[in-house]
């Protein structure tokens, strides 16, 4: 199992980033997929989530802002960024299980 971010960077308050994440070693439409953030000095947090049939989860702090979607075919998942703020700068990763999560991409707002 392998996964791999890609899309973070810096933007302002208010933008936009577009997170994405390869998928191999596995089908990703048979799991579960979520991502995860770390601030400095603050615990790993889930952000958003989505399920084998499609349906999403996310947490209060990014709803209405941030839009999880996956391509099967392409073995890939997004994590859509929108009106961000400071708060939401951190390191993003894509994770299958607890055993399996990407290296991550860092998103800094500022």
């Known amino acids: 199992v392998q996964l791999v971010e890609s899309g973070g960077g810096l933007v302002q308050p208010g933008g936009s980033l577009r997170l994405s994440c390869a998928a191999s070693?596995?089908?990703?439409?048979?799991?579960?997929m979520r991502w995860v953030r770390q601030a400095p000095g603050k615990e790993r947090e889930g952000v958003a989530g989505?399920?084998?049939?499609?349906?999403?989860t996310y947490a209060d702090s990014v709803k209405g802002r941030f839009t999880i979607s996956k391509d099967n075919a392409k073995n890939t998942l997004y994590l859509q960024l929108n009106s961000l703020k400071t708060e939401d700068t951190a390191m993003y990763y894509c994770q299958k299980d607890v055993l399996h999560r990407g290296q991550g991409t860092q998103v800094t707002v500022s």
């Open positions: 989505i399920d084998i049939d499609g349906s999403t």
């Open positions: 070693g596995f089908k990703m439409s048979t799991a579960f």
